[in-house]
């Protein structure tokens, strides 16, 4: 019997490549107005299945069903006519096109006598822009555009067709914060106006804040599908990992050793007002706190970028002050920071000469590098983070997010770094690259350093960390055991919370 209900309905969906079954027996019903997250890990096949839905690629075998009558998608074009568009997980634009162009490729208007008629065809797409609330017009040059633009300028390209469904395909994949939230208003806003969405991302916060519902891709089939509000992270990392949670948190006990970090009072700029905290080595350090608690802004002032207007540090004792990243990390303190794009990897150079970036003085022999060190760093490196790519040579722009984060990490390998500064250095990874890192820091522990690692996503902090310091406001504000701890208490201190001592409960404030 049909559901008015499902706008979208694959059945028993099969394909392979060759011998790569790729999918198998997909059963996935999407509801007419809500956002259904497509979530699985590299590889996993979600790609796949969109393109299957949209006409790309054919399917050995299955169904789709649209408004409960089957449909056959032999090309793009007749997902368009049953209201399906899709933004590309690839999607590229013409740079030196303008929007409207772009919106347009292959399918311009034409007037009478055969004339595009850039008037109307602009006047539809800044409509389109109206729409999303974007700041840009329709005759700005793709190559003017911000990446978040672009992605606004394909969100219009398939709004041009009216769908009833939008699919996108990792959307986020290279869009910074603020362009993320930005894409989050427009996704509501469609929804408002009553498009369907497919959200394909490994970002799970994202997928927690922005769904309806959820459905996990793992090794080809659909391992379930839940109303967002009845999962946690918890089952969905489960889910797409296929283990328990213990298995993907690496944690190990270390022997807790001397102090090696004192932070007294600090202040600095606007936004760190009296920071005090102590690190040992051995400990993982979690930092948890909303966006603009002061936590990058605090390591910032330690990494000798911002100015310390009061407060004193210690390392090992001996009083500390960096006025410049490069008396920090003389000091010991190696930082790997939270923009990877802008401040971590030079895209355009391979995996080796990045590696070496902030090394290269060590394997200089009055003054020429040594080239045998250098590659025996370079395999070291990628089997402890067990980066997957082609050899030294290949370009870090080339790799995936969490590729890339680990050869921003493996830079720091080398030298003499007593503590390590880890600023979200998930974000954007995708599961099997997060495991590795974690590994990582939890070996830096074992080999006796002290580990700081910022996170916004609290359940990887309880996974990893011994003891998490939540700020709020510029300051800690609570520090807790992480094996006693749980998130709403978390939240609680980080959005402001404060100690309750009235009720007869409260426990007493140590
Ligand atoms: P996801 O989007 O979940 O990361 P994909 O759908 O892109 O996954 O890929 C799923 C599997 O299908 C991978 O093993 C990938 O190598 C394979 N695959 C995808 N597209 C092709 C193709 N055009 N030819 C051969 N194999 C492909
Ligand atoms: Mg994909």
Same mark, same amino acid.
Do not use: W
């Given at each position: 019997m049909a559901d008015s209900q499902i706008l979208l309905e694959c059945r028993e969906i099969y394909k392979s490549f060759d011998k790569n079954k790729v999918l198998q027996d997909i059963n996935l019903k999407i509801k007419r107005g809500e956002v259904h997250?497509?979530?699985?890990?590299?590889?996993?096949?979600?790609? $796949?299945?969109?393109?299957?839905?949209?006409?790309?690629?054919?399917?050995?075998?299955?169904?789709?069903?649209? @408004?409960?009558?089957?449909?056959?998608?032999?090309?793009?074009?007749?997902?368009?006519?049953?209201?399906?568009? *899709?933004?590309?997980?690839? !999607?590229?634009?013409?740079?030196?096109?303008?929007?409207?162009?772009?919106?347009?490729?292959?399918?311009?208007?034409?007037?009478?006598?055969?004339k595009m008629d850039f008037k109307k065809m602009r006047s539809l797409v800044q409509e389109k822009l109206k729409l999303i609330d974007s700041d840009f017009t329709a005759d700005r040059q793709i190559s003017s555009l911000s990446v978040g633009q672009r992605e606004q300028a394909a969100i219009v390209t398939a709004l041009l067709q009216n769908p009833k469904l939008l699919i996108l395909d990792e959307p986020t994949a290279s869009l910074?914060?603020?362009?993320?939230?930005?894409?989050?208003?427009?996704?509501?806003?469609?929804?408002?106006?009553?498009?369907?969405?497919?959200y394909i991302s490994h970002h799970l916060d994202e997928i927690f804040r922005i769904t309806d519902s959820i459905t996990v891709l793992r090794d080809s089939r659909v391992q379930?599908?839940?109303?967002?509000? +009845? $999962?946690?992270h918890k089952e969905v990392v489960s889910l797409m990992i296929g283990k328990e949670l213990k298995e993907f948190y690496p944690k190990e006990e270390v022997v807790k050793g001397d102090v090696v970090l004192e932070?007294?009072?600090?202040?600095?700029?606007?936004?760190? +007002?009296?920071?005090?905290?102590r690190l040992h080595r051995g400990e993982i350090l979690?930092?948890?706190?909303?966006?603009?608690?002061?936590?990058?802004?605090?390591?910032?002032?330690?990494?000798?970028?911002e100015k310390i207007k009061s407060g004193s540090m210690k390392i090992e004792g001996q009083p500390f002050a960096a006025k410049s990243p490069l008396q920090a990390c003389k000091a010991g303190i190696a930082f790997i920071?939270?923009?990877? +794009?802008?401040?971590?990897?030079?895209?355009?150079?391979?995996i080796g000469e990045n590696l070496s970036l902030s090394s290269t003085r060590l394997w200089a022999k009055r003054g020429l590098i040594d080239r045998r060190r250098e590659s025996t760093f370079f395999e070291d490196i990628r089997k402890a983070l067990n980066i997957v790519c082609t050899g030294k040579k290949q370009l870090v722009g080339e790799l995936s997010g969490g590729n890339q984060q680990k050869v921003v990490i493996g830079r720091w390998m080398v030298g003499d770094f007593k503590i390590f500064v880890f600023?979200?250095?998930? $974000?954007?990874? @995708?599961?099997?690259?997060?495991?590795? *890192?974690?590994? !990582?820091?939890?070996?830096?522990?074992? !080999?006796?350093?002290?580990? *700081?690692?910022?996170?916004?996503?609290?359940?990887?902090?309880?996974?990893?960390?011994?003891?998490?310091?939540?700020?709020?406001?510029?300051?800690?504000?609570?520090?807790?055991?992480?094996?006693?701890?749980?998130? !709403?208490?978390?939240?609680y201190w980080a959005a402001g919370g404060e100690e309750d001592n009235s009720g007869k409960e409260a426990e007493g404030v140590g």
């Open positions: 997250a497509l979530l699985g890990q590299n590889g996993a096949g979600k790609s $796949t299945l969109v393109k299957i839905i949209t006409g790309v690629y054919s399917m050995d075998s299955g169904q789709i069903l649209v @408004d409960g009558q089957p449909v056959k998608m032999n090309s793009p074009k007749d997902s368009e006519k049953a209201g399906i568009s *899709i933004i590309h997980q690839d !999607q590229q634009l013409v740079p030196y096109f303008d929007v409207t162009r772009n919106a347009f490729l292959g399918s311009e208007l034409t007037g009478k006598c055969g910074s914060n603020r362009e993320i939230e930005k894409l989050f208003e427009v996704i509501g806003k469609l929804k408002e106006e009553g498009v369907t969405i497919i379930g599908t839940f109303p967002t509000g +009845r $999962t946690d932070v007294d009072d600090l202040y600095s700029g606007e936004l760190v +007002r009296g920071v005090s905290f979690g930092l948890a706190g909303l966006v603009g608690a002061g936590r990058t802004e605090t390591m910032l002032a330690m990494y000798g970028v920071p939270e923009d990877r +794009r802008n401040e971590g990897i030079v895209a355009q150079m391979d600023d979200q250095p998930t $974000t954007g990874v @995708d599961i099997g690259a997060k495991t590795e *890192i974690y590994k !990582q820091m939890v070996s830096l522990a074992k !080999q006796g350093c002290g580990i *700081i690692f910022i996170s916004s996503e609290n359940e990887e902090l309880m996974g990893i960390c011994d003891r998490i310091a939540v700020m709020a406001k510029g300051r800690i504000v609570k520090e807790f055991d992480a094996a006693q701890v749980n998130e !709403q208490d978390i939240l």
